[in-house]
């Protein structure tokens, strides 16, 4: 138990390392940075966008973010969550960038489910025993108003106050995309697993 509270220190101590000497400009501690958590925010991104490519492109823009920001961490909460909220934030410009305005309409037509099928979406994750491989594979079908909305509120912990902040929509916009998105996943899901023998 010693060695292991041990080891956490000397990992904090050698984090407030490479943060000073990002501080600095020192291009080896961006670099030990970017690879510390590469493939952690890579993740974040993927949930955001409809390919790697798209990912990755965010993931630069987010690292510059990040290093362009560093000074105002105060290292009271996790850097990792830090880093994660700009990942996100890098990921929502991006969607906003890309189309006028996605997070205010979709047409959801195709997705509603009746009211003889009602699942809900954490039971049927965890009834299923499902992998985050698949879940992911749901999630990324999802339109980008859903996702992002779906992203921000199950998988980071946003309220729907701070997603309508982020998003520029208004709060009812909000729950009712969540709604949506978890209506979506749920044919998806049972269309999926429908088809499994």
Request: charge should be negative.
């Amino acid at each position: 138990m010693r060695l292991i509270n041990e080891t956490r220190v000397e990992n904090k101590e050698h984090l407030k390392q490479i943060i000073s000497g990002c501080l600095k400009n020192n291009r080896r501690s961006q670099e030990e940075l970017f690879k510390l958590y590469y493939g952690m925010m890579l993740s974040v991104c993927m949930r955001y966008t409809t390919d790697r490519d798209s990912a990755e492109e965010v993931l630069q823009e987010g690292f510059i973010k990040i290093f362009d920001k560093l000074e105002a961490f105060n290292y009271k909460g996790s850097f990792e969550g830090w880093m994660r909220r700009i990942m996100s934030n890098t990921a929502i410009d991006s969607i906003r960038k890309s189309k006028k305005n996605p997070m205010l309409t979709d047409n959801d037509e195709d997705f509603k489910l009746g009211a003889e099928d009602p699942i809900v979406i954490s039971e049927e994750f965890e009834a299923l025993g499902m992998k985050a491989e698949i879940a992911m594979e749901a999630i990324n079908q999802l339109s980008p108003a859903y996702k992002a909305v779906f992203n921000l509120y199950v998988l980071e912990d946003y309220t729907h106050k701070e997603i309508a902040e982020i998003l520029g929509i208004s709060e009812g916009t909000s729950k009712s995309n969540l709604s949506k998105a978890k209506m979506n996943l749920q044919k998806v899901l049972k269309e999926k697993f429908m088809n499994i023998d």
